[in-house]
């Protein structure tokens, strides 16, 4: 009798276990499967983070790419400025031998044509010519006044003079005469390499131009290279105009303008890259003799460049003067 309840107990127990393991077994699946389905939100501060760690990233990329534009701008301006250098001689004897210290006159008045006399207290020539300075790149609308105004803060200005064409426009440098030497000094070592009106401007000693029957000997172009130097363009010229200028011309590799770092001004002359040499030969022939506005353009084969450091120039510059409307 006791053996069968022991028996009977012990099966009612052995069945409450099997279905509380069942029962708890089912619920821990239950809660796990809904755990998986449960997205957690994330947090603010987790999603501000990575939103501005893209936002960074980007920010870094466009500064890499401008940095790039910069160096490639640079190298492209270094090979203007090196061509520029290399010719500033040669341009500046060119205006010696073109003005002389007698052509600030009209042409065609009665003196022109003579060998002028110094008034009483005037400067001789060669005293004029050693108070001089040569102005180079200057804009067109600076006057005769404008270079007295400015160069005046240097020393006494005796006259000041700006070449023109014959219908009257300037062609964009000029003399500035003082009236001792020491001023000559403090103009050149003040001005030369300084920015006057968004230009850098070229201020030397003016030199004493060679005899009238004495022919300067030319200067030697370069052999045929695959890179032409397009020079004196008219400083207003548009892109449609340079579009123009080029159009049709076969095996055009590039075209680099020359454009002030500062201002974004162009600064009157452009590199033009071909394939070949035949093809910088053949555009040659056709770009000589364009007229672009009111300028002949000034076509020759440029000889390359290597980049080189360039210190920025610590002169003073030079005081804007008010230029006419």
């Known amino acids: 009798m006791h053996s069968v309840r022991r028996?009977?107990?012990?099966?009612?127990?052995?069945?409450s276990r099997v279905v509380c393991n069942q029962a708890n077994s089912t619920r821990l699946a239950t809660r796990t499967a809904?755990?998986?389905?449960?997205?957690?939100?994330a947090l603010p501060h987790t999603l501000r983070f990575f939103s501005q760690t893209v936002r960074k990233a980007y920010e870094n990329r466009e500064l890499e790419q401008a940095q790039r534009k910069d160096e490639e701008n640079f190298e492209k301006q270094a090979a203007a400025d090196a061509r520029e250098d290399v010719e500033t001689e040669a341009d500046i004897q060119e205006a010696m031998q073109e003005v002389s210290p007698s052509s600030?006159?009209?042409?065609?008045?009665?003196?022109?044509s003579e060998e002028p006399r110094p008034a009483p207290g005037a400067m001789s020539k060669a005293q004029e010519i050693q108070n001089s300075v040569f102005v180079r790149n200057l804009v067109f609308e600076v006057t005769e006044e404008h270079l007295q105004k400015a160069f005046s803060k240097y020393g006494e200005v005796a006259s000041t003079f700006i070449a023109r064409d014959?219908?009257?426009?300037?062609?964009?440098?000029?003399?500035?005469?003082?009236t001792t030497p020491e001023a000559v000094?403090?103009?050149?070592?003040?001005?030369?390499?300084?920015?006057?009106h968004g230009r850098r401007i070229t201020c030397v000693r003016r030199t004493q131009p060679a005899p009238a029957g004495v022919k300067k000997p030319a200067k030697s172009p370069p052999g045929p290279t695959a890179q032409l130097f397009i020079g004196n363009i008219p400083y207003e010229t548009t892109d449609a105009e340079l579009n123009r200028l080029f159009r049709g011309i076969e095996n055009l590799r590039d075209v680099r303008v020359a454009v002030d770092r500062t201002t974004g001004w162009p600064r009157g002359f452009a590199h033009a890259d071909f394939t070949s040499i035949e093809a910088a030969i053949e555009a040659k022939k056709r770009l000589e003799g364009t007229m672009l506005g009111n300028r002949l353009l000034r076509v020759d084969f440029a000889?390359?460049?290597?980049r080189r450091s360039r210190s920025p120039p610590q002169q003073q510059p030079v005081e804007d003067a008010e230029t006419e409307q």
């Open 166 to 178: 014959p219908r009257g426009l300037s062609k964009g440098f000029g003399f500035v005469t003082f």
């Open 104 to 112: 600030s006159e009209e042409p065609g008045s009665p003196s022109s």
């Open 185 to 196: 000094e403090t103009a050149c070592s003040q001005v030369n390499g300084s920015f006057w």
């Open 34 to 41: 809904a755990e998986w389905n449960y997205t957690r939100p």
């Open 7 to 15: 028996a009977a107990l012990r099966a009612a127990l052995s069945a």
């Open 303 to 306: 000889t390359g460049y290597q």
